[in-house]
């Protein structure tokens, strides 16, 4: 029993500490912000590898995420019997709303999110963050502030790529297996359409984007161990920015939805 409790009491205090560290080296990132002018192009080599380098994957879950989106959503509505004609505007809600940028997120985590995890880790477990500091460069400015300043950029970005993919594939199966035609269904996601609900998505997917940005550089960060530790740095941001995009999802949606 009181090993167990000496065991809660550790983690407790690990995570307390980790979420410090990490509050304050977003504290630091902001502050170099500053800084961006003169760091456009290490931002815009980050925009390049966390943008386009993840555009394939997200055209790839986007048609399947609108195509599942249209096949249940007409399964619930003949269910309950509701007319087809508001397949449009449900999936177009769906999709903006919540699943566009809570997927595009979680999908961009595990990519880019481990990427930056591995690659500032290999840079600490080889000293070459030290040999930052003895040279009077900031690692936080040179490293982490562009990471954290492109993750935050370009999720948005994906997203509303991630939405006119996702409901083009919804369309693509309206067409072709609910019979729906094309008319019905995008005047339906026309009517749904409100600028707040895109506002929305696109707020989540900046703050999403700052999760993956700063969670994957703190782990790099303070990762030690060789080779052991890059790994376990590179699982852990994965874990952690997954976990803190759905509970800020959850967050946000109180705050922005309100019955």
């Known amino acids: 029993m009181g090993n167990g409790l000496l065991l809660i009491g550790r983690r407790?205090?690990?995570?307390?500490?980790?979420?410090?560290?990490t509050c304050i080296l977003l504290g630091k990132s902001l502050y170099y912000l500053k800084d961006a002018p003169r760091s456009l192009k290490l931002i815009a080599d980050q925009c390049f590898l966390i943008?386009?380098?993840?555009?394939?994957?997200?055209?790839?879950?986007?048609?399947?995420?609108?195509?599942?989106s249209a096949w249940q959503a007409a399964y619930q509505f003949k269910f309950i019997g509701a007319p087809l004609r508001y397949l449009g505007a449900a999936v177009g809600k769906a999709v903006v709303i919540e699943l566009a940028p809570v997927l595009t997120a979680l999908v961009v985590a595990g990519r880019v999110g481990a990427g930056i995890a591995a690659e500032?880790?290999?840079?600490?477990?080889?000293?070459?963050i030290d040999a930052l500091d003895s040279m009077g460069i900031s690692p936080i400015r040179y490293l982490v502030m562009p990471r954290f300043l492109a993750s935050t950029v370009m999720i948005p970005i994906l997203t509303i790529f991630s939405n006119f993919v996702a409901i083009s594939g919804a369309l693509l199966v309206s067409i072709l297996f609910v019979d729906i035609s094309s008319e019905t269904f995008l005047l339906g996601v026309k009517n749904s359409f409100q600028l707040s609900d895109m506002l929305a998505g696109l707020t989540k997917s900046a703050v999403f984007g700052a999760i993956i940005g700063i969670v994957g550089s703190h782990e790099g960060f303070f990762a030690g161990g060789g080779a052991r530790g890059v790994g376990r740095a590179t699982t852990e941001a994965v874990v952690i920015a997954a976990v803190l995009i759905l509970i800020s999802d959850y967050l946000i949606a109180i705050l922005m939805f309100r019955l």
């Not at 407790?12 to 560290?21: E, K, M, Y």
């Not at 386009?52 to 599942?68: C, D, E, Q, R, Y």
């Not at 500032?120 to 070459?128: I, N, S, W």
């Open 51 to 68: 943008g386009n380098k993840s555009i394939p994957l997200i055209v790839i879950t986007s048609i399947f995420v609108g195509a599942v």
């Open 120 to 128: 500032v880790g290999t840079m600490r477990v080889t000293e070459q």
């Open 12 to 21: 407790a205090i690990n995570f307390i500490a980790r979420l410090g560290s």
